[in-house]
């Protein structure tokens, strides 16, 4: 008994000391070189290359995507600053640190290895999965990525003097493991027995003093950012306080085992911080570390139960393996977790006990002893007895078949007693007896079991329901249901959905209408419901399919989405139910449950993502976690999570081979939401690859354009790869062309369909159907049309009796009874049965009104019963033709005379497009039609290939769509066409020909109808055949000048070579302005051989005639009238008297420029003005006084008596407007008419007559009561007048411009002002001429003069189609006054006025108000010198008296976001607070917050003073009185000489940064300018003056300054900038670019600031980045719309502007260019990637993925350069690895903003 007692005392104490065995070095996770390892280079203050993991990481809240090791026991998901700035500080650090053992490490000269590595490898992840599962029993975690970093015998960092102790020979041992799957992160900390034997460091700089920090062990979230403008400290979580909580370390553990500590520390719920593990007791015996065992994916815990949704039953585990869910003794379906025998009656399982959560799962069972067979299965089927969902057939047994549709699904055997699939050997399905359940664009395949669906080639598909590869979808649906938003229940009922998916590159974009306003903005993050059509048309990467392939068109998806952390949960089920007519998918949605409020008004952004699907036989499953961010004017921007389990259940065929993946990836590159209330419509866009998981498209490296999306492919085509970057493009089935530009084939016109015996082919977008003609319906294959049996149904009436034929049925009344059989009606006596529809047609036909019989008309023959007989001739014409009942022709049975008469017996078919034209030609009611071109068809109904037109006689050869083939036609007297040669394209001459051909029998009169010869080229004689002038024509077609002969002089010699057009020539061809060359009521002058003026000039019209000098002018006093002898052009002339007034009037209307129907002034013998007064063409008179003003009141209309001028004048009344208005214009300053000019037209009552006409040129337009043209009703002469009655579009740009110049405030038009002309849409004219200077000159789209194209009267007009050659540079005070006196000048306007070199005036005045003052060279006004009208101007020769002090910092800061917030900042919107000298308070707060904190002199914020306090933070003013505290002088400190230089702008300095080779020279860093006072971003520098250029948003100014030491800055521009952001210099041309991201625009200007305009100003919205690329002549943009991010490139001039890039960017900040490359480059803070492209859009590619917050971007020596946000610094790149390779941290840590390139010499 004694003995009995030792012994169990023994092993107790055996037992207790094994359990405070802590863990051997030996079974600590496998490290070193074997393991695949890297390792840490030796050192001091090391840190590792960027560890990309391969799958994002959760840390704390955070996404991170990239680690780095470093040597002093920390891992970060961020580059590590100087170990200086953390090595000696406790937690928190503030940047993100998980810190197994931060201290002062060293491992220089081989003390110790730092081993690192990121792994999938099952035993790793087994090992971990196991560690949580014990340390957080409630955990759901299957780990699928790992990250291993152990520090092997490292040791302290010691000083030589420090060596005595021997503290050099302690090293320590310890490791990190950190492991993750999409959701959460956990962190193991190993410290193996033996493995610390130090526990802290000294510090560096102790001075001698023995002192030791312990080392601190946790984690730190680092700083986060905090509302828009600052940082606060994160959460952290330390582990040890002292160093006898370090020797806890191995001593103790958390997880039952000493050395041991797992923590979870991160996830994509809500996580506030680190969570240890909770282990109750002591473990009894250690878990088996075997570093060796493995088990494939992860086999112990795949079995582990999940919660069951009360609403989703239909869930199955996404990471569950199938085979698990069989027990040896009944068949078993897991859902979530739960088992449920597959019974007869299965019962409904009990709910779990436990509620989950974020971090709060239910408990995992122990893993089940399983079949031997089972163990290690690598492949996932479901198991043959189990069933996911059932999919019965209608009637329980036969296959499903519909006599309206073609395309059936194939549908296995059910036990609905058993419910488990079976198969039935004795009803085995055979393609023989069942491929009608395979799509008509799918073939059937037999196997042993039964049979399946393949989609053919060029479709895909599961085999049931096929598509055209290539071709874009549509889906449409309803959507239903009820949604609580917050409190409130909202109602979804019936509304539309509507989806359009481009597959060729994987977009989807989705449409909900009439969506209620809560639930609309609540239901903007729900973008899975979009989401489905993404993945079902996914862009299929290399070894994948998309959900499409997989499921066809039938199938159920049941989403569950819970929002965090509101846990909110929304129920999402969506029912595909087939193919529609229009072969479209049908998709049916429910929606229930709630979801997070969301105010109106806001947006919601969501980031891209993927997802991993797993694939099992009948479902699909997935899991994932989202973040969304909410931005809204209440809360700003908010950041929300949601997760989202899915199942799409589906029909599979098990009778085939299974060959679809197990897992997928699901790449969504882009997610756009947003609800629009005005339309109440919730739009979802999304884009979506899928490909092998982890195979996404890799960076750097090449990727094809058919998988980058990047291809050039038309929508309706397929993007097929090749090698490389080359690939094809391939019209999609169904659609025809070169693959970049698609077209619909008419699969029913060219004969292409698949249909049968009596259907008929319906064509659709990239397909076809068949219908059944009437009378038929398709069979039991639903594809064969069978006759059906009307008669069933009993149609006739109950006294008749029926007979079913093919196709129709005949109903006949019974004897004693008459009708036509639907009708009958008994026979009494001898009383008649009523007419039927064919003896009334005979009858109508054969009598006409008048009693007579119409001869030649068509008479039906009717049979006994007065049906129509089925065969009808035409007595006349001898056509025959069958007949239906009703009498209506049936297609395709006319037979000419000559032909045998057609079997009417025969069934019908539909009619072809040839016959519906021929029929449609046809359209007199005998069926024949003279003079019109009627088409012959075939006997198939297909135009005949040549056709005739049998009044012309014209022939030609037609295609399958009987469009003309072009080169073809034929006169009559000419042979006929052979039209069985190939077609080649129309040439110019030919369209020209065929268009001018206007008419529908090919033949037009009056028109001028090209000649064209046999190979299409205009013949070099054109005659028209109207007029008989003829001329030559160069082979554009164009008239080539002085060749035109009128009819009766000779044809001219076209062979002749070519003279330029004289003055006279062009003066005659812009008068002959109609196309046939010749116009009527014009005047058009007469040039003699030489093309000079002829001597004497006639009006065609007026008969008028006068001599002319050499220039074309009339000579005063040679004018006669039609009925004088003309004038003698040789004789001089004698002066006359003097005209008068009067004369001179109606001369100038009479002469050269007079205007048919132009009003014509009477004058007596003396000159004088007859008192009434006539207008021949409208038939006025009205009364005028001696000056020839119209007398107000005296006007009368035509065929009223005029006035009485001579009796006693009325008191007039007041003129209106319209009447000043026409009287002004109808005499000019000086007493003339002006020549030309509109007088409106005033009604009796003096107010303008709604239509207004230009009596000169024609033009008519419709008017408002003030006169103004309404836009868009000006009609051309040759036009319908407009209708005065319609309402009115808005005026456009240059319909205002012109309006606003036409009449001043008193209704009066300005005389002398510039009015511009508008074309007949509103937009300017690319010609415009000034009316009263005679200036003409050529303007843009905006109607901005384009330089160099002005020119005088006497010049010839300029040619606005041809490119400008630039005039010499005007200066900026000419470009000044110039823009305001050009296209834009207004009346009032101040105009600069300029000397003779072109500088300003030192004296400026505004002629309009009268104020006066000085500019300085600039044109700036000089403050304290402007004075009022009425006052002396003051000399600007003088000295000017002071002014105020100019604003500050602070005050300039506090306006420029005043106007940001449109002049009304909210209470909670930050606005800098400035004291009475405009220094910034000491104190700032934000709004009327009591969120305060201090900042210096500068505006900067102390560290560490942040406060959310009632009581302010205690801050002591920095600023001490003006007076005492002058700023230092702003000049230059010169970079190194002779190097190449980086200059960057930081906040109030711009910096220098030497470059020695590639490397940064951070010794020799510098301040190269300081500029206080100013907030620099974009920076520049001219390698040939060696100057550098900078923007000030602060000072809102642009300025340079030189290289040499001393020099003082320059302000070059400082009006009309609102925040000038980039910069550009342009040293080839001396120019330079910038951006404005307030006012959104792009302007240039000079060097110097001179020459400065507008460049873009249209189509941007938050322009950011800019360069030029000299050698091209290429300015290129960003613009980070964040609702639409593009780059842009246009030439320096502003033209040929295209967009680069629109796609897969999110914040395009950096751009640069790569001269070796030629390619444009940029760096995105939104997609964190750098990547490049051609300036064609081609070659796009990935150089880096994992960027911080770039912000602006250099290219040199083959490495990138930029400026980083997150880290402020300068980071280098290598372009040829795409490794990081040097970074700078200055050492006053603030944002950096631009970044430029200085060297000595221009590179």
């Given at each position: 008994m004694t003995r009995n007692k030792f012994t169990i005392l023994f092993i107790q104490l055996c037992w207790t000391v094994y359990v405070v065995t802590g863990i051997h070095r030996k079974d600590i996770f496998p490290y070193g070189t074997l393991s695949g390892d890297l390792t840490l280079q030796e050192g001091d203050d090391e840190t590792s290359k960027v560890i990309v993991l391969t799958r994002p990481m959760r840390f704390y809240e955070a996404s991170f995507s990239s680690l780095y090791v470093a040597t002093n026991g920390i891992i970060s998901t961020q580059d590590l600053p100087m170990e200086k700035q953390y090595v000696d500080d406790g937690l928190p650090t503030d940047f993100p640190v998980i810190a197994p053992f931060l201290a002062d490490l060293d491992t220089s000269n081989g003390r110790g290895t730092i081993y690192y590595r990121q792994t999938e490898s099952p035993t790793i992840l087994n090992r971990v999965a196991m560690e949580v599962h014990r340390g957080f029993p409630d955990a759901r975690f299957t780990p699928t990525h790992a990250v291993v970093v152990t520090w092997e015998n490292v040791g302290a960092y010691e000083e030589g003097s420090r060596s005595s102790d021997g503290s050099s020979n302690r090293v320590n041992t310890f490791q990190a493991v950190l492991a993750y799957d999409e959701t959460d992160t956990y962190g193991l900390l190993l410290y193996p027995e033996g493995g610390l034997n130090f526990f802290g460091t000294r510090p560096k700089e102790s001075y001698n003093v023995e002192i030791e920090l312990p080392a601190r062990v946790g984690f730190s979230r680092g700083e986060v950012s905090f509302l828009f403008f600052s940082r606060q400290e994160g959460p952290f979580y330390s582990i040890t306080t002292n160093e006898q909580s370090v020797k806890n370390l191995y001593q103790v553990g958390n997880t039952g085992l000493p050395g041991v500590w797992l923590f979870h520390i991160g996830s994509s719920y809500s996580f506030d911080n680190v969570i240890p593990a909770a282990v109750g007791g002591v473990l009894a015996t250690p878990p088996p570390f075997d570093a060796e065992a493995t088990t494939p994916e992860y086999s112990e815990y795949s079995d582990y139960p999940e919660f069951q949704s009360p609403t989703l039953p239909e869930f199955v585990e996404a990471g569950a393996d199938p085979s698990l869910l069989q027990s040896p003794d009944q068949p078993q379906v897991q859902l979530y977790g739960e088992e449920v025998p597959l019974t007869a009656s299965p019962e409904t399982p009990e709910s779990p006990n436990s509620e989950s959560g974020p971090r709060q799962h239910p408990a995992i069972p122990e893993p089940r002893n399983l079949p031997p067979e089972h163990s290690g299965l690598p492949q996932r089927p479901v198991p043959e007895h189990t069933i996911l969902e059932l999919f019965p057939t209608r009637d329980g047994g036969s296959p499903r078949h519909s006599p309206k549709d073609q395309v059936d699904s194939v549908v296995q055997g059910v036990d609905l007693d058993t419910g488990v699939i079976q198969y039935n050997g004795g009803s085995k399905e055979t393609c023989e007896r069942f491929s009608q359940q395979c799509s008509q664009n799918a073939y059937c395949s037999d196997y042993a079991t039964g049979l399946c669906c393949h989609c053919r080639s060029g479709f895909y598909g599961n085999g049931q329901h096929c598509l055209p590869s290539g071709a874009p979808h549509r889906v449409n649906g309803k959507v239903n249901g009820v949604v609580l938003v917050g409190s409130t229940p909202v109602e979804i009922n019936n509304v539309d959905l509507h989806a359009y998916v481009v597959v060729s590159d994987g977009r989807a974009y989705t449409a909900i209408s009439e969506v209620p306003e809560p639930a609309g903005w609540a239901l903007m993050p729900v973008a899975p419901v979009g989401g489905l059509f993404g993945w079902l048309f996914a862009l299929e990467l290399p070894n994948s399919q998309n959900g499409f392939t997989i499921t066809g068109a039938e199938f159920t998806r049941h989403a569950d989405v819970t929002f965090y952390p509101g846990n909110e949960r929304l129920s999402i089920v969506q029912t595909a139910k087939g193919l529609d007519a229009e072969n479209y998918l049908s998709v049916d949605t429910?929606?229930?449950?709630?979801?997070?409020?969301?105010?109106?008004?806001?947006?919601?952004?969501?980031?891209?993502?993927?997802?991993?699907?797993?694939?099992?036989?009948?479902?699909?499953?997935?899991?994932?976690?989202?973040?969304?961010?909410?931005?809204?004017?209440?809360?700003?921007?908010?950041?929300?999570?949601?997760?989202?389990?899915?199942?799409?259940?589906?029909?599979?065929?098990?009778?085939?081979?299974?060959?679809?993946?197990?897992?997928?990836?699901?790449?969504?590159?882009?997610?756009?939401?947003?609800?629009?209330?005005?339309?109440?419509?919730?739009?979802?866009?999304?884009?979506?690859?899928i490909g092998p998981v982890g195979a996404g498209i890799p960076d750097g490296g090449e990727v094809n354009p058919c998988y980058a999306g990047t291809h050039d492919c038309d929508t309706t085509a397929q993007c097929i790869p090749g090698e490389g970057q080359n690939f094809q493009c391939q019209c999609a089935t169904g659609y025809r062309g070169d693959g970049r530009n698609c077209y619909d084939i008419d699969e029913c016109a060219e004969h292409l369909s698949s249909c049968a015996a009596h259907s008929q082919c319906e064509n659709l977008q990239g397909s076809h159907r068949c219908l059944c003609q009437p009378g038929y319906e398709f069979g039991f294959d639903g594809r064969t049309c069978i006759d059906v049996d009307e008669c069933r149904s009993q149609p006739c009436h109950a006294?008749?009796?029926?007979?079913?034929?093919?196709?129709?049925f005949h109903c006949q009344c019974q004897a004693g009874y008459h009708g036509n059989g639907f009708q009958c009606h008994p026979q009494s006596g001898g009383s008649e049965r009523p007419k039927t529809h064919c003896e009334r047609h005979r009858d109508s036909a054969q009598t006409s009104q008048d009693g007579f019989s119409l001869v030649g008309a068509f008479v039906p023959e009717c049979d006994e019963a007065g049906q129509y007989r089925p065969l009808q001739c035409h007595g006349s014409t001898g056509h025959c033709w069958c007949v239906d009942v009703q009498g209506q022709e049936r297609a395709g049975t006319r037979a000419p005379p000559s032909s045998p008469r057609p079997n009417c017996n025969e069934p019908e078919r539909p009619k072809t497009q040839c016959e519906h034209h021929r029929d449609g030609a046809q359209t007199s009611q005998d069926g024949f039609s003279l003079g019109a071109f009627v088409p012959e068809c075939d006997e198939a109904g297909q135009y005949h290939p040549l056709q005739c037109h049998g009044s012309t006689g014209h022939c030609w050869c037609v295609d399958v769509q009987g469009q003309e083939r072009a080169g073809t036609?034929?006169?009559?007297?000419?042979?006929?066409?052979?039209?069985?040669?190939?077609?080649?394209?129309?040439?110019?001459?030919?369209?020209?020909?065929?268009?001018?051909?206007?008419?529908?029998?090919?033949?037009?009169?009056?028109?001028?109808?090209?000649?064209?010869?046999?190979?299409?080229?205009?013949?070099?004689?054109?005659?028209?055949?109207?007029?008989?002038?003829?001329?030559?024509?160069?082979?554009?077609?164009?008239?080539?000048?002085?060749?035109?002969?009128?009819p009766s002089s000779p044809r001219p010699n076209c062979n002749e070579p070519e003279r330029p057009k004289t003055q006279c020539e062009h003066h005659r061809d812009g008068a002959q302005t109609s196309q046939d060359g010749f116009s009527l009521g014009a005047f058009v002058p007469e040039c003699d051989e030489a093309g000079q003026y002829r001597p004497l000039q006639c009006h065609g019209s007026t008969g008028h005639c006068w001599c002319v000098d050499v220039q074309g002018q009339e000579r005063a006093g040679t004018r006669a009238p039609p009925s004088s002898p003309r004038p003698n052009c040789n004789e001089p002339v004698r002066p006359e008297r003097p005209r008068t007034q009067c004369e001179h009037h109606r001369d100038s209307l009479q002469g050269s420029h007079g205007g048919v129907?132009?009003?014509?002034?009477?004058?007596?013998?003396?000159?004088?003005?007859?008192?009434?007064?006539?207008?021949?063409?409208?038939?006025?008179?009205?009364?005028?006084?001696v000056q020839g003003q119209e007398r107000a009141g005296t006007r009368t209309l035509p065929g009223t008596p005029p006035t009485n001028c001579d009796g006693p004048e009325r008191p007039e009344r007041p003129e209106t407007q319209c009447e000043r208005h026409r009287d002004g214009a109808q005499t000019s300053q000086d007493g003339f008419s002006l020549v030309g000019a509109f007088v409106p037209e005033c009604d009796e009552a003096g107010q303008y007559r709604p239509l207004q006409c230009h009596g000169s040129t024609g033009h008519c337009w419709c008017v408002d009561v003030q006169g103004q043209e309404r836009a868009g009703t000006r009609a051309p002469p040759s036009s319908p007048r407009p209708n005065c009655n319609e309402p009115e579009r808005p005026k456009t740009q240059c319909e205002r411009h012109r309006d606003s110049v036409q009449g001043s405030q008193d209704g009066f038009p300005i005389v002398g002002a510039f009015v511009p002309q508008c074309d007949e849409a509103g937009q300017y004219r690319p010609l415009q001429c000034h009316g009263s200077t005679g200036h003409c000159w050529c303007v843009d789209v905006q109607g901005q003069e384009r330089a160099g194209t002005r020119a005088p009267p006497s010049s010839p007009r300029p040619n606005c189609n041809k490119p400008v050659r630039p005039e010499r540079p005007r200066?900026?005070?000419?470009?000044?006054?110039?823009?305001?006196?050009?296209?834009?000048?207004?009346?009032?306007?101040?105009?600069?006025?300029?000397?003779?070199?072109?500088?300003?005036?030192?004296?400026?005045?505004?002629?309009?108000?009268?104020?006066?003052?000085?500019?300085?060279?600039?044109?700036?006004?000089?403050?304290?010198?402007?004075?009022?009208?009425?006052?002396?101007?003051?000399?600007?020769?003088?000295?000017?008296?002071?002014?105020?002090?100019?604003?500050?910092?602070?005050?300039?800061?506090?306006?420029?976001?005043?106007?940001?917030?449109?002049?009304?900042?909210?209470?909670?919107?930050?606005?800098?607070?400035?004291?009475?000298?405009?220094?910034?308070?000491?104190?700032?707060?934000?709004?009327?917050?009591?969120?305060?904190?201090?900042?210096?002199?500068?505006?900067?914020?102390?560290?560490?003073?942040?406060?959310?306090?009632?009581?302010?933070?205690?801050?002591?003013?920095?600023?001490?009185?003006?007076?005492?505290?002058?700023?230092?002088?702003?000049?230059?400190?010169?970079?190194?000489?002779?190097?190449v230089s980086l200059l960057y702008a930081q906040g109030q300095q711009i910096g220098a940064l030497p470059l020695t080779g590639t490397r940064m020279d951070k010794d020799k860093s510098s301040v190269l300018l300081q500029l206080h006072g100013s907030i620099v971003v974009g920076v520049a520098h001219d390698c040939l003056e060696r100057k550098v250029y900078w923007t000030d948003i602060a000072g809102r100014t642009i300025n340079r300054a030189g290289l040499a030491a001393g020099s003082e800055p320059e302000v070059l521009i400082n009006t009309g900038l609102t925040s000038p952001e980039g910069l550009a210099l342009d040293v080839v041309r001396r120019r330079m670019f910038w951006v404005d991201s307030t006012m959104d625009k792009i302007e240039t200007s000079n060097l110097d600031g001179t020459g400065r305009r507008v460049l873009i100003d249209k189509d941007l919205v938050n322009p950011r980045a800019i360069i030029v690329d000299s050698s091209s002549g290429t300015v290129y943009w960003t613009d980070w719309n964040r609702e639409a991010p593009k780059i842009e490139g246009a030439s320096v001039d502003g033209q040929n502007r295209k967009v680069l890039v629109q796609e897969g960017i999110g914040l395009p900040n950096a751009l640069t260019f790569n001269p070796a490359s030629r390619q444009v480059c940029w760096g995105d803070a939104g997609t964190k990637r750098l990547e490049c492209i051609s300036p064609d859009g081609t070659g796009r590619q990935v150089i880096h993925s994992g960027l911080n917050y770039p912000f602006a971007m250099v290219f040199h020596a083959n490495h990138f350069y930029y400026t980083d946000w997150r880290r402020d610094a300068i980071i280098g790149m290598s372009r040829g690895t795409s490794q990081f390779t040097d970074d700078y941290l200055p050492e006053q840590r603030s944002h950096l903003y631009g970044i430029a390139l200085a060297s000595p010499n221009c590179l």
């Open positions: 429910k929606l229930s449950g709630s979801v997070p409020f969301i105010p109106p008004g806001a947006t919601v952004q969501m980031e891209p993502f993927k997802v991993t699907f797993q694939y099992y036989p009948s479902v699909t499953t997935s899991i994932s976690v989202r973040e969304f961010t909410v931005v809204s004017a209440e809360s700003g921007a908010e950041t929300f999570s949601f997760q989202l389990r899915q199942n799409i259940t589906h029909n599979y065929c098990r009778h085939g081979p299974r060959s679809g993946p197990e897992t997928l990836e699901l790449s969504v590159e882009r997610v756009f939401a947003m609800f629009v209330k005005e339309e109440r419509i919730l739009r979802y866009a999304i884009t979506n690859k006294q008749a009796s029926c007979t079913n034929s093919l196709g129709s036609r034929a006169p009559p007297s000419s042979p006929r066409p052979n039209c069985n040669e190939p077609e080649r394209p129309k040439t110019q001459c030919e369209h020209h020909r065929d268009g001018a051909q206007t008419s529908q029998d090919g033949f037009s009169l009056g028109a001028f109808v090209p000649e064209c010869d046999e190979a299409g080229q205009y013949r070099p004689l054109q005659c028209h055949g109207s007029t008989g002038h003829c001329w030559c024509v160069d082979v554009q077609g164009q008239e080539r000048a002085g060749t035109r002969a009128p129907g132009a009003f014509v002034p009477q004058c007596d013998e003396a000159g004088q003005y007859r008192p009434l007064q006539c207008h021949g063409s409208s038939g006025h008179c009205w009364c005028v006084d200066t900026q005070c000419e470009h000044h006054r110039d823009s305001l006196q050009g296209s834009h000048g207004g009346v009032g306007a101040f105009v600069p006025q300029c000397d003779e070199a072109g500088q300003y005036r030192p004296l400026q005045c505004h002629g309009s108000s009268g104020h006066c003052w000085c500019v300085d060279v600039q044109g700036q006004e000089r403050a304290g010198t402007r004075t009022s009208a009425g006052t002396p101007p003051t000399n600007c020769d003088g000295p000017v008296p002071p002014t105020q002090r100019p604003e500050t910092v602070c005050e300039r800061w506090r306006a420029s976001l005043i106007e940001h917030y449109g002049s009304q900042p909210d209470p909670h919107h930050y606005l800098p607070q400035c004291d009475s000298a405009g220094e910034f308070n000491p104190v700032q707060c934000y709004g009327d917050s009591s969120y305060c904190w201090c900042v210096d002199k500068d505006g900067r914020e102390v560290p560490g003073t942040r406060a959310n306090d009632a009581v302010k933070p205690a801050c002591i003013p920095t600023v001490a009185p003006p007076t005492q505290r002058p700023l230092p002088r702003p000049d230059v400190t010169p970079p190194p000489t002779g190097g």
